[in-house]
């Protein structure tokens, strides 16, 4: 019998469940890619469309693990020495936990973890895990890729449009019975014709790209593996050999790389220096990318026009991280990948790895990060160890 150890988000204030806005979900058969979706087999354990990624909707595993006998604990208390996570702990077999609320698996959580085998991230994104630390104690470590893809790319679009547009602003003022139009478009442009770069274009950051197309902008993208020739003329992209060439070149920077120890502060002082003035940022990555008071400092001085995305560290963010209050923010909580119809993929998509693991199947290769010592799959394409 396994122990399956499940950190989710709390579940609404209003109570579980909630009144949904819409019935059920339209219905996908594949991914924008040639990936195939989610294939578990037997019954899914929900239905899509439901609160799944909260303590209550405990991703629709349980009748799965206990039908096969193991033990399912879910819990939102992850942070600490003495929160449940932390103290069941020693007893896991499976640790799963959502990006949206990461259950911190430190190296010195991964030693107390001596039964651990096998960590999933439900969703995209795997640094809230010491992936060197997991490689080194054998541990695999596997998320659901292209679960997730399109959601964020389609938070990214709307941000695009919120910031440059003024919307967030402008909305305030006529939710507070204002009329102030020159206080709302004195900061409000069009998209069209400004230069967008995206810093990573894996499967995030070229639905993006692919997005933003019919908006008439010019658009750019640096990454490690340089893109075909047949994308790059299909979207007219210009494509820079580094981080520094593409900042020189845009109006609006996106950050779509995963964190790793040198990823983390990409964006510090001296890049942001190198950046138009007037510079839009969207980060839906990861929020150790930038360095967050270089970030306020160039919002105060008006260098940056703009910040918005989702992330924070540590998450949750505590209530005066300053990005909360700095000017020009266009900020959620950590959203974009867990909109209902995202959950429903990504749960399926643990379901199936459970299933594999179960039945000693290998685990589908692109979900792969960290396998037999060292990164693998989408591990190896997208990571580094140092
Ligand atoms: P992906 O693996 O498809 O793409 C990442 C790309 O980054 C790869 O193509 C890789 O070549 C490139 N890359 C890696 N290191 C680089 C570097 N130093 N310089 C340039 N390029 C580099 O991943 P994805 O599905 O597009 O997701 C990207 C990231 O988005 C995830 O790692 C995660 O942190 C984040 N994410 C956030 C949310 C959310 O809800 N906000 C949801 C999903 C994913």
């Not at 399912?72 to 007893?91: A, C, N, Q, Y």
């Not at 900061?187 to 070229?206: H, K, N, Q």
């Not at 490690?224 to 593409?246: C, Q």
Request: hydrophobic residues 40%; glycine residues 8%.
């Amino acid at each position: 019998m396994a122990t399956v150890l499940c950190v989710l988000y709390p579940d609404p204030v209003t109570g579980y469940p909630p009144e949904y806005a819409r019935t059920g979900l339209p219905l996908l058969t594949s991914y924008p890619t040639d990936r195939s979706m989610p294939a578990p087999t037997g019954p899914l354990g929900f239905t899509p469309g439901e609160l799944l990624g909260s303590v209550s909707g405990e991703l629709g595993l349980r009748n799965y693990l206990e039908g096969l006998g193991h033990q399912l604990i879910v819990t939102s208390d992850k942070d600490g020495p003495e929160s449940e996570f932390e103290r069941m702990l020693p007893k896991a077999d499976i640790v799963i936990s959502q990006p949206f609320w990461p259950a911190y698996l430190t190296r010195e959580r991964i030693a107390k973890a001596s039964k651990l085998k096998l960590a999933i991230t439900a969703g995209i994104g795997s640094d809230h895990i010491d992936l060197k630390a997991a490689s080194e104690a054998g541990i695999t470590v596997a998320e659901v890729t292209g679960s997730n893809c399109i959601s964020v790319a389609e938070h990214v679009v709307m941000t695009v449009l919120a910031l440059v547009r003024n919307y967030l602003p402008s909305h305030a003022i006529s939710v507070d019975g204002g009329w102030n139009i020159a206080d709302c478009v004195s900061r409000s442009y069009d998209v069209e014709g400004m230069d967008f770069g995206t810093i990573g274009a894996g499967r995030i950051g070229l639905a993006v790209l692919r997005r933003l197309k019919p908006f008439d902008m010019r658009l750019h993208y640096t990454q490690r593996h340089r893109l075909s020739t047949e994308i790059e003329a299909e979207l007219n992209l210009t494509f820079h050999p580094d981080v520094k060439s593409l900042v020189q070149s845009v109006d609006i920077v996106n950050l779509q790389v995963p964190l790793y120890p040198s990823t983390e502060h990409l964006i510090d002082e001296a890049m942001l220096a190198e950046m138009k003035r007037g510079v839009y940022i969207i980060n839906t990555a990861r929020a150790k990318l930038v360095d967050r008071d270089a970030i306020v400092r160039a919002v105060e001085a008006g260098h940056i026009a703009g910040y918005a995305g989702d992330v924070w560290y540590p998450q949750p963010a505590p209530p005066d991280h300053p990005w909360r209050s700095m000017f020009y923010n266009g900020m959620t909580p950590h959203i974009a990948g867990t909109s209902l119809s995202a959950q429903a993929r990504y749960a399926a998509g643990t379901l199936e790895i459970l299933q594999d693991y179960f039945e000693k199947k290998p685990i589908r290769e692109d979900y792969l990060i960290v396998e037999a010592g060292g990164l693998a799959g989408t591990g190896a394409r997208s990571y580094q160890l140092t």
